[in-house]
C-alpha cells in the first residue's frame, strides 16, 4: 500500500478482555516495529521484527503482549486480559532497511496513524 | 541513563514567525538523531535524519542542526505555518542499540494566525 496502515483506528473495550491490533506495513519493507505511545509521551518501544521472525521483544510489558507476523508482511499485536494502564496509542513503523545492517540504523521509519485502545 | 531532553515543552508563536526548538541527549556511543513532526491524533512523520558526521540538514522550512561534540540539536522552522502546528520529537539512536530508538517527551508548537 501506499503507508503503513493501521486497524482498528479505535478500540474501547472491557478490562480482561482480549484485543487484537492490525498493523499491513509498506509493500516490500522488511522491518516493522511496533511502539506504545501515552499522552504527553513519546514513543515507547515494544517489539520488532526482521522478517517474519521477532528480532527483538525485549520492549513488550509483560506476557499478557504478543505480536506476531507469519508471512513477513502483515503483523498482529495481540493483548490478553487487558487492563486500564494498557490504554495507549499503539503505533506501527515499518522500514525497508533491517536495523544491523549498512545504512540500516538510519534507515527511514514510516509510522502509521495508530490504533487507540481505551481499557474501562 | 541514555536520555533525550527537549525544550521548551511548549511554544506559541504568531503565523510568519521563525523558531527555533532545542534537543540535548545523553546517549552514547551515538548513531544518529532524527526529528520528526506528530500532529495530533496521528503518527510521527520524519523530518531528517543526520549522522555523527552531518552538523545541519534541511527539509524545506525545517533546518536541523547537529553538534555532537556538545550533544545538542535545534530544529528552525522558518516562516511557521498554521499547518507547522505539532508536536516536534527528537529521537537519538544509540550506535550499538538493539534497535531501541530514544524518544523526548517533544515540544507542542502552536501557530496562532
Known amino acids: 500500500g501506499a503507508g503503513v496502515s493501521q486497524t482498528p483506528s479505535n478500540k474501547v473495550t472491557e478490562k480482561g478482555k482480549y484485543v487484537e491490533l492490525r498493523c499491513d506495513p509498506i509493500s516490500g519493507h522488511t522491518a516493522l516495529y511496533w511502539y506504545r505511545q501515552s499522552l504527553g509521551q513519546g514513543p515507547e518501544f515494544l517489539i520488532y521484527f526482521q522478517g517474519t521472525g521477532a528480532a527483538d521483544d525485549s520492549g513488550l510489558p509483560n506476557d499478557r503482549f504478543f505480536a506476531v507476523r507469519p508471512e513477513g508482511s502483515v503483523s498482529t499485536l495481540k493483548i490478553q486480559r487487558t487492563e486500564r494502564g494498557d490504554s495507549a496509542v499503539y503505533l506501527c513503523a515499518s522500514s525497508s532497511r533491517p536495523w544491523g545492517t549498512s545504512g540500516g540504523n538510519t534507515g527511514e521509519l514510516f509510522f502509521g496513524e495508530g490504533s487507540r485502545l481505551t481499557v474501562l | 541513563k541514555n536520555q533525550v531532553e527537549q525544550s521548551p515543552q511548549s511554544l506559541i508563536i504568531l503565523e510568519g514567525k521563525n523558531c527555533t526548538l532545542q534537543?540535548?541527549?545523553?546517549?552514547?556511543?551515538?548513531?544518529?538523531l532524527r526529528w520528526y513532526k506528530q500532529d495530533t491524533g496521528r503518527g510521527p512523520v520524519s523530518l531528517t535524519i543526520?549522522?555523527?558526521s552531518e552538523n545541519t540538514k534541511s527539509n524545506g522550512r525545517y533546518t536541523a542542526t547537529l553538534d555532537a561534540d556538545t550533544k545538542q540539536s535545534s530544529l528552525h522552522i522558518t516562516a511557521s505555518q498554521l499547518s507547522d502546528s505539532a508536536s516536534y520529537i527528537c529521537v537519538v539512536s544509540e550506535r550499538d542499540s538493539n534497535y531501541q530508538l530514544i524518544w523526548g517527551a517533544g515540544t507542542k508548537l502552536i501557530i496562532k494566525p
Open positions: 534537543c540535548n541527549y545523553t546517549v552514547s556511543p551515538f548513531s544518529n
Open positions: 543526520m549522522t555523527f
